[in-house]
């Protein structure tokens, strides 16, 4: 999953795609580079922001989504938390819903995802982006996740997605520390055994950084690709990345040291 912000300010990429030109070159790149999902977001969700109007992230999304399903045969995922942007979005080309809200912010997006017929990603958070980072207290925090995502999924199912539509992120670097999130990397299985494909999105994250003493997200390549390969090999369906042509060379040399499709 190739990702494509429509924003002015994502913690690593903000501003570079945020006219329709651009985030269309930008596009043709990632297809070029293998990219399976191009995922579309006009709203950024790095820690500490404060979100924009509907009408704002409508501005940004829905003329990106209708020319690359013009241009491009590959799966458009929008990446939201509002039902009128997940609706529209559907109706102009994307196929797929990322809600990093996991159906918390606005359960309705899931009607909008069973009427027509599309795919949704459940991402874990603890909170908002606002104020995710200053939640990071959990009971246990594998289990808590694991319940937090079936919940999630049910919610899902009972608006009428059916179940092999449905796909769960445990939420890297939402309302996370790095310890948790290097925790929820070492027992991905756990969430691989719900029943549901995985995804997971570690790619230039401030964890990464803090183990690599890179503070700049420009410096997280290395660390960004490790992180993705050790999530393969321990069963993730999805990896939601900036770097494609990186990832996929990794993967396709694992892939052959490996011996296996």
Not at 19 to 29: E, N
Not at 141 to 166: F, K, W, Y
């Amino acid at each position: 999953m190739g990702i494509v912000n429509v924003t002015p300010d994502s913690f690593y990429d903000g501003g570079k795609y945020d006219d329709t030109q651009s985030a269309i070159r930008r596009i043709a790149s990632l297809v070029k580079d293998e990219a399976d999902i191009i995922d579309i977001g006009g709203e950024s969700t790095r820690p500490g922001s404060q979100g924009v109007s509907t009408e704002e992230e409508l501005e940004r999304v829905i003329p990106v989504i209708e020319a690359a399903s013009r241009e491009f045969d590959t799966v458009i995922s929008v990446d939201t938390t509002k039902a009128i942007v997940a609706e529209e979005a559907l109706g102009r080309g994307a196929s797929m819903v990322n809600d990093i809200s996991g159906l918390r912010f606005e359960p309705q997006i899931a009607q909008k995802v069973s009427e027509n017929g599309a795919a949704i990603v459940l991402n874990h958070t603890s909170s908002r982006p606002a104020d995710m980072q200053k939640k990071t207290s959990y009971s246990s925090l594998i289990p808590d996740i694991a319940n937090s995502l079936l919940i999630s999924a049910q919610t899902a199912m009972a608006a009428g997605v059916p179940r092999e539509n449905i796909i769960i992120d445990p939420g890297i670097g939402f309302g996370k520390t790095t310890e948790q999130n290097l925790e929820i990397i070492r027992r991905l299985e756990n969430f691989c055994e719900l029943g549901f494909p995985v995804c997971i999105g570690t790619s230039r994250k401030s964890f990464i950084g803090e183990i690599l003493g890179s503070p700049l997200a420009e410096q997280r390549l290395i660390g960004s690709v490790c992180s993705v390969i050790i999530s393969m090999l321990k069963g993730i369906s999805i990896v939601r990345v900036h770097d494609v042509l990186e990832t996929t060379q990794a993967i396709r040399t694992v892939k052959s040291i490996y011996g296996v499709n």
